[in-house]
């Protein structure tokens, strides 16, 4: 069996919870519940005729209150920079942890999950901006923890891309 830990990263409030109870649960709350620390989940899954262990750390959100620690990082093999399409500001922070991962555990898979697609009257982030990224080699997906679009192929996506690392 593989075993392949994912760090969830991003700012407070951006659906990194919601989108790993999807993931290993199919439930979606509405309860916002701020995580302290860290919580681990696990979720096997099959990826090109493997099956891998996924150990989903959901690391509390960085706000200018708090950093995210680095410990915490140590052993990722992948993460998710989820941003919040309703805040624009959750971009920039995404990119700033990005950057001190990549400085903790050097060059791992990431993906960039726009969260929160379902509420699109409400969206500060265009359709050009996520674009432009895209063109520029990031991997982009857009979910919605509360619908599940996008979820699981963002999750099968980053296992499939550390698989190849």
């Keep these: 069996m593989i075993k392949k830990k ?7 409030s951006v659906g990194k ?7 290993v649960k199919s439930m979606f709350s509405e309860k916002y519940l701020t995580t ?3 919580k681990i989940d ?3 899954v099959s990826v090109k005729d ?11 959100g960085e706000d200018e209150f708090q950093k995210v620690k680095t410990s915490y990082l140590r052993g990722a093999a992948g993460c998710f920079l989820v941003v919040d399409l309703t805040r624009r500001n959750t971009l920039d922070t ?5 950057e001190r ?5 050097g060059n791992i898979p990431f993906i960039l999950v726009f969260n929160k697609s379902d509420l699109e009257d409400q969206w500060e982030i265009d359709d ?4 432009r990224l895209s063109d520029e080699g990031f991997t982009v997906i857009r979910t919605s923890a509360k619908t599940g679009v996008g979820v699981e192929q963002s999750f099968l996506a980053l296992a499939e891309k550390m698989l190849e690392a």
């Design 6 to 12: 994912i760090c969830m990263l991003g700012a407070f």
């Design 17 to 23: 919870t919601s989108l790993v109870q999807h993931f």
């Design 36 to 38: 302290v620390g860290v």
């Design 42 to 44: 696990k979720k096997t």
């Design 50 to 60: 493997k099956e891998v262990d996924l150990l989903l750390w959901d690391i509390y």
């Design 94 to 98: 995404a990119f700033v942890l990005k």
């Design 101 to 105: 991962t990549e400085g903790a555990v």
């Design 128 to 131: 050009s901006t996520i674009e």
